[in-house]
């Protein structure tokens, strides 16, 4: 396992953002891009909690599952009229950054997105609105 804390900036923000990734080791099979889950935090707590108070990295091991958990403030995951685009942010920009510096699989079956609280109403919505892109 592996854990990389990336810091870069988005284009859509406007901000420098960060989210931490947690991959498997790949070298039983390296060239196979791997299934992730997008894990979405909470109104009251950030993007590191997932690592503080949880077993997400035994999870991770268990099932060789890459896991990438991104800061998103206290946005509502939500497109504002007078503010950011985090809604864009989450839902375009964030997959597509990721896979260009990880090998992630773009298939509907190998991607997985949960959350809580508020990063459970952004997993509803991301499920919702793009059915063909998350399981």
């Known amino acids: 396992m592996a854990l990389f804390c990336a810091h870069f900036t988005s284009q859509t923000l ?8 947690i991959l498997p080791d790949r070298r ?15 109104l009251s707590d950030d993007h590191t909690t997932w690592l503080r108070q949880t077993s997400i990295e035994r999870y991770a091991a268990a099932y060789r ?9 206290r946005s509502i995951y939500a497109d504002m009229q007078y503010g950011n685009q985090y809604w864009t942010f989450v839902s375009e920009e964030l997959p597509e950054l990721m ?23 952004g997993a509803f919505k991301l499920a919702l609105s793009q059915p063909a892109r998350w399981t």
Request: hydrophobic content about 45%; charged content about 20%; aromatic content about 10%.
């Open 14 to 21: 406007r901000l420098s953002c960060s989210a931490h990734v």
């Open 28 to 42: 039983k099979d390296p060239k196979r891009p791997l299934a992730t889950l997008w894990l979405l935090h909470g």
């Open 65 to 73: 599952l890459a896991v990438v958990m991104p800061a998103a403030d």
């Open 99 to 121: 896979r260009q510096y990880f090998p992630l699989s773009e298939r509907r079956a190998e991607n997985f997105v949960a959350g809580l609280s508020m990063g459970g109403y």
